[in-house]
């Protein structure tokens, strides 16, 4: 699937729990990415909900935002300009009330987060 995806064009990827030993070895467990003006850390797991926000501003000290997944959980958070965002799952959506995905937009030195639900 990651082949199938870097034919269609660059691909920025981080490996999740249930991902292949090959897949992890080739993918990072986080990275960061200078999107124009913005940067934007992207991790599969961000931790337990107490503490999370503070937690990613922490590890991603040079970041805007955050992207996560694992939960599949759709979440949007902002404190102090610094968001996180969880788009939940398009496949999988365990304890969400429905399957979802996000889009995120760069631009003017910002990044704004939209959850798109999926029927």
Known sequence: MLAELRELGPVA??????????????????ISLELEDVVLGVIHDAGPAKGRLERLRARFREADAVL???????????REGFQIFNPGS???????????????TVGGGQIEFHLLPLP
């Open 13 to 30: 990827a981080v490996h999740g729990n249930v991902d292949s030993g090959e897949l992890r070895r080739e993918l990072p467990e986080s």
């Open 90 to 104: 398009p496949t999988e959506r365990r304890r969400a009330p429905q399957r979802s995905m996000g889009e995120a």
């Open 68 to 78: 996560f997944g694992h939960s599949h959980m759709p979440l949007h958070e902002e």
